[in-house]
């Protein structure tokens, strides 16, 4: 067994090595965090190795809401495949669907007109604000604060108001369809949602006032379930929790897809203890610094949903037929920035109008690989930080 | 056995009310309080005894409360020594010291009866029972003896019993004069400090040395 | 389609008989006849219930009262045990000393006093009197808290339930919990894991006949009354701990093994800071404390000295851990441990835990209202009282309200409940060895302290001398000021809540 | 860094290992022999010029009509730049610093028979899982890889399901997985 040498937890635990023990031995439990747990959110099962409260080993066990979605990918046509994106992280709808959709039209070649661009990028700013409050909220609910879960549900039924007004659905939108948007935004959507913004941006602050800076919320994260740069690029982890451990990498801004290049935002990352605007026990690549990325991102969302509002040009929303498009003999990877991470789609074409084969490489998938490396040698009361922290939705998960 | 585990909570709840009502009548030892004058603070000086405990309670009731309690805590130190599982032994130790508990309460001494709750049966039970749980002997465990010792354990008691047998009937037990047995924990406080002072120290100092070397013991090297 | 088989044995349909089923029946037929009429005027209701409830308890004292004084007689000799029961006086002798004392028909009248004299009658009254309080209490702390909980969270609360603001709405979980079929999981302790929730509730039921509610107010005034309680505190972790133990589940162990460690290292700090008070008044005796305090809030024990005020703070801090409420609540913490210790427990014996768990919030923000706040006093001074109104009916009515009286004990105890609840929904949860270390590297040494401040202080400053009275007057004003702060805070949030909870929330809000 | 030098790189040193480079395609690719595979990785990941560190994403191909198995290895370079203590968190000071920011694809072809790969876990950590699903989903064996085990079907689940001639199961533990209606009348 590897020993857990505990190199990083400054406080009560440091001289609390595994292997020279007293003859006080705490007997040794196999515990299930079971696939039904409140703490890891959806049906992730972590099988935990424990002694006394110390954690010697979580290996996550997945494949509980496996729906064998690209074995159905090599059956439907594109826009026949857009309603099960949505079903895959079912927090960001919209980002899925774009995923898909820009696949598919690179690999096809169809030119989406400059409207349906700004109507997606806005509406996948909107999801990406949307995912991160779930976010937000359920990260307070696991280390016990109720109230900032009801406040961000809040805010997020607003965005989902929006949704509803625009596609009809609230959760699984198939909004976003090969070739563009699937149908115009409503009259005065764009100054409803600029009324919303212009509520929701004093918001952030509130929480930062009731969580982010709370003492005990910060003796909780800070410190806890560290990750290193030269791990977070090994485990291939993308999104907040790459930038939480001060990678500067978000593909909006490294590789511009569609139009990000047009607008002017900036990407958190993660900063040591100290700096402006983080509390001194915090360390690069801790929970806390995952959490405050997500929450910064949410304010530079509603910076570039500004810009595309008063950029956004009039035309058609839909580059024409969507239906048997013929997929050329050639493959296709692209990746497009979601809320959780890189979301990939591998299009495979074989010159007929169904793909041969569809692969999603699913960011959660990639984040949660990495809970074993990092929960070994913490406590019990870190496993739900940690889980929250990397804030994994079990659809893409298991696909 | 089935139907008295189906109506088990008309059972307990009424054992509730029972140790409510006995817990209450055992206290009423203590004289209600006339409402006209109030005992004055306790002076400097040598307290005012407080007028004469009497049992307001007619010796029946009282007595019949003994041999509850009395009961109680002889068939839950049995259990404790037949019970195999760990925990029940807990439990019926826990039962033991709060029917001595309520002994003490019966007999007026209040002061004695809390401590005795505070200290066993919320300090030392809950550390013996946390001492259980942490020691690598899981738990579940089971204490089954073999019969070499059962027959060991028996001779002893029997010998242990004789003594005791033959100690409570020869020695003559000091009457109870029935006079001002209540003493107040002004009292209490004084004669730990001024006549009791050595012993109460050496004590303390003893705690302190079990303390210092259970933490000695437990501490990883 | 074929019909899975079901791995589990199917049960037939539970009947509820016995007293499950009787309270249900009872309960149906009572809310039929009684839903219009609570329906149509709630607030009055709940108001003059409140009322009716204090006055029905002083009239027993006033009649308990009135037997001694007038039918016993100051000067009879209390060892002349005569009559059947032990009763000191006969049917003839009650009949005349009511003639004397002008009491309107002694002949009718004599049967009713009759039982009066009887110790354990009176004792059975009063402790009916508390038996009733003590299963409001829980009910209500619950509906309150779900109240300010709601109204913390932008939201509203239970609104439906009986009418006005869901006033009933505990008492139908009360109801819809004793009918839930309370299993218990095989393999668990069968006779461990019914004898839980008692061992975890009957302590702090015991533990509210030792609480003094006024100064004649208490069932049994011991002079021993704190350490009963505390006795009474340190027992409830023992059911607590079996409950984990007995309904084998290792999350249950987990919960066991946590509250085990908070409760033992939580009550130490705690009955060091109960220490202070009775050091400054010199006796056990709760109603003794209580009347210490009687001459206005300068007098109240917090703002004796500055020990004593950190004392208070220390030993709500350490009360909040040993009830496991707000931010040490980590054996039934959801997110980890599922829900500790009461995992595996539904319906009538999980409601026995909750009941167990708010009477203890209840008798330990009680303790510090007692040892701290000035008991049963209301700030004003007691001078000013006996000024003014003489010593009839109802100036001692009016004393009892608006001077010294149990409104005052419970008004108080209301406002500690509150704090504990606006804790529990604004703060996250501790870890476990982040309490501990809590405990042991800053509450005891800042106790121990605390207590060496309090005895120095205590011994070498003169009472009334100058150092006295100017730290007395200081904390008074300190203690004033932060009350009215926190008063002027609600009305500010109650005045202008439109603008505070944001305009799309508030039209939706119901009754808002 | 354009696909066609990092090709030529690979080319100038493993020479024949590298079979195939299409480059022309709308996301270029190279396909390499799988004897060679796992130093090509390790020289892909630690030569100073391409610093390929981060595994993206390995896609299991079917290719029944020339009856091979492929996987596809998606790999990107992405500069490691902690932001220095000074730049404020969401502040314009953390701009990202290009490095060798490229995209690279590799396809490893192997026979349906005995489809075996070395595994590339100890080089990316990252590979450890895609491999497992790899291997779960499409029935390719990564020698030495630590954990060679299924990752979302259970445990004792035959046939691999994203196979194109994988034969529906009618019921698993006597659930059945499929309606009357497509007993009759089977789709594929």
Redesign the interface.
């Known amino acids: 067994m590897a020993t857990t040498v505990i190199e990083t937890r400054p406080d009560v635990l440091i001289d609390f090595d595994k292997e020279s023990q007293g003859d006080v031995r705490t007997e040794e439990m196999l515990i299930n965090m079971g696939p039904q747990h409140p703490a890891t959110h959806g049906v992730l099962r972590v099988v935990l190795r424990t002694d006394g409260e110390l954690i010697l080993e979580s290996v996550p066990h997945i494949g509980y809401l496996h729906r064998c979605a690209e074995k159905i990918g090599e059956n439907l046509q594109p826009y026949q495949f857009i309603p099960y994106t949505d079903r895959m992280d079912y927090l960001a709808g919209m980002n899925n669907n774009q995923a898909y959709a820009i696949a598919i039209e690179q690999l096809v070649g169809i030119e989406v007109p400059e409207r349906a661009l700004y109507i997606r990028m806005i509406f996948a700013e909107l999801n990406r604000i949307a995912s991160h409050l779930v976010a937000f909220g359920t990260y307070g609910l696991d280390m016990g604060a109720f109230t900032p879960f009801l406040y961000s549900f809040r805010e997020r039924e607003m965005i989902l108001d929006l949704f509803e007004s625009a596609c009809g659905a609230r959760l699984t939108y198939s909004y976003i369809n090969v070739g563009g948007v699937h149908d115009d935004l409503p009259d005065k959507f764009l100054d409803v949602l600029l009324e919303y913004l212009d509520y929701f941006e004093p918001k952030v602050a509130e929480y930062n006032q009731l969580l982010s800076y709370n003492h005990i919320f910060v003796k909780r994260t800070a410190n806890v379930g560290v990750i290193s740069a030269a791990d977070a690029v090994g485990w291939a982890l993308t999104g907040p929790v790459l930038r939480g451990s001060g990678v500067n990498w978000d593909l909006r801004k490294s590789t511009p897809y569609e139009i990000y290049d047009r607008f002017e935002f900036d990407v958190p990352v993660g900063l040591p203890g100290g700096s402006e605007g983080v509390p001194q026990s915090v360390v690069v690549g801790d929970c806390w610094c995952r959490y405050m990325v997500r929450v910064l991102e949410m304010l530079q969302s509603c910076r570039i949903i500004r810009q595309a509002i008063k950029q956004m040009p009039d035309g058609p929303h839909l580059a024409g037929k969507l239906k048997n498009l013929k997929l050329p003999d050639d493959e296709i990877y692209v990746e497009i920035e979601n809320p959780r991470g890189q979301l990939g789609f591998y299009v495979r074409g074989d010159g007929s109008t169904i793909p041969a084969r569809v692969k999603a490489r699913g960011p959660s998938f990639c984040n949660i690989s990495i809970l074993n490396h990092v929960g070994s040698g913490c406590l019990l009361a870190d496993i739900p930080a940690i889980v929250g922290s990397i804030d994994i939705v079990m659809g893409e998960v298991d696909r | 056995m089935k139907t008295l585990m189906r109506y088990d909570k008309t059972i307990l709840a009424g054992l509730l009310l029972a140790a409510m009502a006995c817990c209450s009548a055992s206290a009423v030892a203590q004289d209600y309080p006339d409402p006209k004058e109030r005992p004055e603070r306790v002076v400097e000086g040598e307290a005012v005894p407080q007028d004469a405990y009497r049992s307001e309670v007619t010796p029946v009731v009282e007595s019949v409360l003994f041999y509850i309690f009395g009961g109680a805590l002889l068939l839950s130190a049995v259990g404790l020594c037949i019970c195999r599982d760990v925990v029940r032994m807990a439990t019926c130790l826990f039962f033991t010291l709060g029917s001595a508990a309520v002994l003490y309460l019966l007999l007026g001494a209040f002061f004695l009866g809390a401590i005795q709750l505070i200290v066993y049966a919320g300090g030392t039970l809950i550390l013996l029972v946390f001492g259980v749980m942490l020691t690598n002997k899981s738990p579940w465990v089971r204490f089954d003896c073999k019969p070499a010792e059962m027959i060991a354990a028996a001779g002893v008691a029997i010998v242990l019993f004789f003594g005791l047998a033959t100690m409570l009937t020869t020695t003559e037990w000091a009457q109870s004069t029935g006079e001002a047995r209540s003493t107040t924990v002004a009292q209490f406080g004084k004669a730990l400090l001024t006549t009791y002072l050595v012993p109460f120290e050496v004590a303390s100092v003893m705690l302190l040395v079990v303390m210092i070397a259970a933490a000695y013991m437990a501490r990883q090297e | ?2 019909q ?2 079901v791995p589990w044995r199917p049960r037939g349909k539970v009947r509820y008989t ?3 089923g009787l309270i249900a029946g009872f309960a149906r037929a009572i809310y039929g006849m009684a839903a219009p009429v609570v329906r149509a005027f709630p607030g009055s209701i709940l108001l003059g219930a409140i009322f009716t409830v204090i006055l029905v308890g002083w009239a027993h004292f006033l009649l308990f ?1 009135f037997a ?2 007038h039918l016993i007689g ?1 000067d009879s000799n ?2 002349a045990v005569r009559g059947f ?2 009763a000191e006086l006969t049917l003839a002798e009650i009949e005349n000393g009511l003639a004397v004392a002008g009491a309107p028909a002694p002949g009718v009248l004599q049967y009713a006093f009759y039982p009066i004299q009887f ?2 009658v ?2 059975l009254l009063s ?1 009916g009197g508390i038996l009733g309080f003590i299963s409001v209490i829980p009910l209500y702390t619950i509906w309150w808290e779900r109240k300010v ?1 709601g109204r ?4 509203t609360g239970p609104m439906r339930v009986g009418g006005w603001h869901g006033w009933s709405q505990s008492m139908a979980d009360g109801i819809k919990l004793i009918n839930k079929e309370d299993f218990v999981p095989d393999h668990a ?4 894991f ?2 839980a929730p ?2 975890a ?2 302590p702090a ?2 533990a509210f ?1 030792a609480l003094p509610f006024g100064t ?1 107010w208490v ?6 009354a704190l ?2 309680i ?6 409830e ?2 059911g607590v ?2 409950a984990g ?2 309904s084998n589940n ?2 249950s ?2 919960g ?2 946590r509250e ?2 908070q ?2 290292s939580y ?1 130490i700090p705690m009955g060091m800071a109960l220490l202070i008070p009775v050091m400054a008044v ?3 005796s709760m109603t ?1 404390i209580g ?1 210490v305090q009687g001459d206005g809030w300068t007098s109240w024990i917090v703002f004796r000295n500055p020990f004593t005020f950190a004392a208070a703070v220390v030993y709500y801090v350490a009360a909040l851990a040993s009830c496991k409420r707000a ?1 040490f ?2 054996p039934e ?4 441990l ?1 829900s500790g210790f009461h995992t595996e427990y539904s319906g ?1 014996r999980w409601s026995l835990f909750f009941f167990g768990e708010y009477a203890a919030m209840f008798v330990v923000s009680g303790l510090c209202v007692i040892l701290f706040l000035g008991a049963w006093h209301s700030p004003l001074p007691m001078s000013l009282a006996d000024r003014f109104l003489g010593d009839d009916l109802l100036s001692r009515a009016a004393k009892g309200l608006f001077f010294s009286g149990p409104l005052w004990f419970v008004l108080k105890c209301v406002w500690l409940l509150y704090v504990q609840i606006w804790i529990r ?10 309490v501990l ?1 809590a405990c042991i590297q800053y509450m005891l040494p800042l106790m121990m302290v605390i207590l060496l401040g309090h005895t120095l202080y205590e011994l070498l400053v003169p009472v009334h001398g100058i150092v006295w009275t100017f730290f007395n007057i200081a904390l008074s004003v300190i203690g004033g000021a932060v009350m009215l702060f926190l008063v002027s805070i609600a009305c500010y949030g109650y005045l202008n809540r439109v603008k505070l909870v ?4 508030v039209e939706t809000l119901p009754g808002s | 860094m354009a696909p066609e030098e990092v090709c030529d790189i690979l080319k100038e040193r493993f020479g024949a290992a590298v079979l195939d480079a299409k480059l022309d395609a709308r996301r270029p690719y190279v396909v390499v022999d799988v004897a060679r595979w796992h130093d090509i990785a390790l020289f892909l990941r630690d030569d100073e010029r391409l610093q390929f560190n981060m595994l993206e994403c390995l896609s299991a191909l079917d290719l029944l009509e020339d009856n091979k198995l492929a996987a596809v290895y998606d790999m990107f370079s992405v500069p490691v730049v902690i932001a220095s203590a000074s730049t404020v968190v969401g502040g314009s000071g953390c701009k990202s610093t290009p490095l060798l920011r490229h995209h690279m694809a590799v396809r490893v072809e192997v026979d349906r028979d005995k489809p075996r790969i070395p595994t590339v876990s100890d080089v990316w950590p990252a590979a450890d899982w895609h491999e497992r699903e790899a291997f779960d989903m499409m029935g390719i064996v990564f020698d030495n890889h630590p954990d060679m085990t299924r990752i979302l079907c259970p445990d004792d689940w035959e046939g691999y399901p994203l196979r194109k001639d994988y034969e529906f199961p009618l019921e698993y533990h006597g659930i059945p997985a499929t309606t009357e209606h497509t007993l009759t009348n089977p789709k594929h």
């Not at chain 3, 913390?152 to 939201?155: D, G, L, N, V």
């Not at chain 3, 069932?219 to 021993?224: A, I, K, P, S, T």
């Not at chain 3, 913490?333 to 980890?336: D, P």
């Not at chain 3, 944001?502 to 929330?505: A, D, S």
């Open positions: 389609m074929t899975m088989s016995g007293l499950s009262e001694d004084n100051a209390i060892s029961l032990g110790r354990i009176r004792d402790a909980a913390i969270q932008s939201r302790d069968g006779v461990l019914r004898l008692y061992v509730f009957v039921i015991l006949f004649y069932f049994r005034e011991l002079d021993v350490v009963f505390l006795a009474m505190l340190g027992i972790v023992l701990i079996l133990w007995a290792k999350w162990v987990y066991a093994m085990a460690c409760m033992v009550e010199g006796t056990l003794e009347n931010p609540d980590l913490s959801e997110s980890e599922v009538f929904w604004t703060l996250p949860r501790i870890r476990i060895d982040q270390y944001g305009w799309l929330g």
